[in-house]
């Protein structure tokens, strides 16, 4: 790696801090405005409790204090990386979300490597197939894919491949009536896999076979792939290795815009196929009304997809080294 790709990504981590903390900050300020709090759910729970025991509550947890010296409480705390506490799970929110975190990265992973593999693949073979009949199938699946809602194809999914046929688990992350181990408990987490990556991929594949497609037709005319052709390279090598790694630029940005759309479909989809993930987890959290835990989980996915956003614009150095990074924007 060289000195110029280490000082960029030094830079580009030095942006990040600003940025996670000014999301910190708006997250914090708009979720006051949200009515209720966990001492409401908390007396709900139990049937109803008494004002006093209510206050005696708020006070214990700090809700009692006036925003400002919240606000600033939990800017202390953020210093320290210290998230918090959930007093509606009774543990400290660090410790919550990085349980769930590795599925939630686990299931982003599987679906953009669907959503890539198959969107460049079908792409590619619609450009290749331009205006004939696979063009055409493979356009009109893009565009039931692309309109299709995210919980419809989820819960039909579910129908077919759990309820009717019975080839997959209907939801979870793994068989909780058997301890299986090694080899086995990854074939159990795999299949319990392949119908929530599915879901989520659905759209963003949609997207990407467009791009790719795209690209595709307009790089077989460029000066350089008809040089390639002339020179009497394969139709396979002007296609994977002249055209396909130019077409990739385009979804490499793209990538990185869609990262934060994608963990916020996680969200309905962890929750239709009750996946243990961080999406699942906000889901309860809202319904608890614990802001703690849902200030830290907005908080890590903020530093989650600004990360990733930084590692997209690594890779799209590595894909076109032309490009000055240093001249590169956020």
Same mark, same amino acid.
């Given at each position: 790696?060289?000195?110029?790709?280490?000082?960029?990504?030094?830079?580009?981590l030095?942006?990040v801090?600003?940025?996670?903390?000014?999301?910190?900050?708006?997250?914090?300020l708009?979720?006051?405005l949200?009515?209720?709090?966990?001492?409401?759910?908390?007396?709900?729970?139990?049937?109803?409790?008494?004002?006093?025991?209510?206050?005696?509550l708020?006070?214990?947890?700090?809700?009692?204090?006036?925003v #400002?010296?919240?606000f #600033?409480?939990?800017?202390?705390?953020?210093?320290?990386?210290?998230?918090?506490?959930?007093?509606?799970?009774?543990m400290?929110v660090?410790?919550?979300?990085?349980?769930?975190?590795?599925?939630t990265?686990?299931?982003?992973?599987?679906?953009?490597?669907?959503?890539?593999?198959?969107?460049?693949?079908?792409?590619v073979?619609?450009?290749?197939?331009?205006?004939?009949?696979?063009?055409?199938?493979?356009?009109?699946?893009?565009?039931?894919?692309?309109a299709?809602?995210?919980?419809w194809?989820?819960?039909m999914?579910?129908v077919l491949?759990?309820a009717?046929?019975?080839?997959?688990p209907?939801?979870?992350?793994?068989?909780l009536?058997?301890?299986?181990?090694?080899?086995?408990?990854?074939?159990d987490?795999?299949?319990?896999?392949?119908l929530?990556?599915?879901?989520?991929?659905?759209?963003?594949?949609?997207? #990407?076979?467009?791009?790719?497609?795209?690209?595709?037709l307009?790089? #077989?005319g460029?000066d350089f792939?008809?040089?390639?052709?002339?020179?009497?390279?394969?139709?396979s090598?002007?296609?994977?290795?002249?055209?396909?790694?130019?077409?990739?630029?385009?979804?490499?940005?793209?990538?990185?815009?869609q990262?934060?759309a994608m963990?916020?479909?996680?969200?309905?989809v962890?929750?239709?196929?009750?996946?243990?993930?961080?999406g699942?987890?906000?889901?309860?959290a809202?319904?608890a009304?614990?802001l703690?835990?849902l200030l830290?989980?907005?908080?890590?996915s903020?530093?989650l997809?600004?990360?990733?956003?930084?590692?997209?614009?690594i890779?799209?150095?590595?894909?076109?080294?032309?490009?000055?990074?240093?001249?590169?924007?956020t």
């Amino acid at each position: 790696m060289t000195s110029e790709t280490l000082s960029f990504i030094w830079r580009r981590l030095l942006q990040v801090i600003p940025v996670v903390i000014g999301i910190a900050c708006l997250n914090f300020l708009i979720l006051q405005l949200a009515p209720g709090d966990v001492v409401d759910v908390l007396a709900g729970d139990a049937g109803g409790s008494s004002p006093e025991y209510m206050a005696e509550l708020r006070r214990s947890f700090g809700l009692d204090q006036a925003v #400002y010296i919240q606000f #600033y409480r939990y800017l202390s705390n953020l210093v320290q990386f210290n998230l918090g506490f959930s007093f509606r799970q009774n543990m400290p929110v660090l410790e919550l979300v990085m349980g769930r975190l590795p599925a939630t990265i686990l299931l982003m992973v599987a679906a953009l490597v669907i959503a890539l593999g198959v969107g460049c693949a079908l792409g590619v073979l619609a450009a290749s197939r331009v205006r004939t009949a696979v063009d055409n199938l493979i356009s009109v699946f893009v565009l039931l894919s692309h309109a299709m809602p995210t919980f419809w194809f989820g819960l039909m999914a579910i129908v077919l491949f759990s309820a009717k046929l019975g080839w997959l688990p209907s939801g979870g992350m793994i068989s909780l009536d058997k301890q299986y181990t090694g080899w086995a408990h990854i074939r159990d987490v795999a299949a319990h896999l392949i119908l929530p990556a599915l879901t989520l991929s659905t759209f963003y594949l949609a997207v #990407y076979t467009r791009l790719t497609r795209a690209a595709m037709l307009e790089l #077989y005319g460029a000066d350089f792939v008809r040089t390639a052709r002339a020179k009497g390279a394969s139709e396979s090598r002007v296609v994977l290795v002249h055209a396909l790694r130019n077409a990739l630029l385009p979804m490499v940005t793209m990538l990185g815009l869609q990262v934060a759309a994608m963990l916020s479909g996680a969200v309905l989809v962890e929750s239709v196929f009750g996946w243990p993930g961080l999406g699942r987890l906000a889901f309860e959290a809202i319904i608890a009304r614990d802001l703690n835990l849902l200030l830290g989980i907005l908080f890590l996915s903020a530093i989650l997809v600004t990360l990733i956003n930084v590692l997209v614009d690594i890779v799209y150095r590595l894909l076109d080294p032309r490009v000055e990074l240093g001249n590169r924007q956020t």
